[in-house]
């Protein structure tokens, strides 16, 4: 039988020594595909985004819009993270506060790190491969 609830440990990205209740409910394994499709999209956009740089002329309104439309693009993820983040782990404003100290990088790896534990993700038994680990 797996366990529904799994701790997880904020100290290093929140400042904070107690262990989070992280629940791998079917509402939070929802909650976290959705984030990932959210994140997907940005990373789609992102790289249309450089695509399209190659071929515009840096002062055309073509150009302008495309920043402004990635602009609203990394603005919206970060929006999903922080409900994500804030709604799993039960955040109190402090700790809300701290997440928002985070820069967009580390936010997105201690998602991805709370999601891996919603799915089921074993990280302990991760290899140097599974990491994305290079010599």
């Known amino acids: 039988m797996t366990t529904r609830i799994s701790k ?75 409900d994500y983040v804030v709604d799993v782990l039960k955040l109190t404003d402090d700790q809300v506060n701290a997440f928002d100290e985070m820069t967009l990088e580390e936010q997105m790896a201690f998602s991805s790190k709370i999601g891996a534990i919603v799915m089921g993700a074993d990280l302990k038994k991760a290899g140097e491969e599974d990491k994305g680990l290079k010599d």
């Open 8 to 82: 997880i440990s904020a100290k290093k990205e929140l400042g904070v020594a107690k262990l989070f209740d992280v629940s791998k409910s079917s509402k939070n394994v929802r909650k976290t595909m959705a984030l990932q499709k959210v994140m997907t999209h940005y990373q789609i956009v992102q790289l249309k985004n450089e695509e399209a740089e190659k071929n515009l002329d840096g002062d055309s309104i073509e150009f302008l819009e495309l920043q402004e439309s990635f602009i609203d693009e990394s603005m919206n993820v970060q929006d999903e993270m922080k």
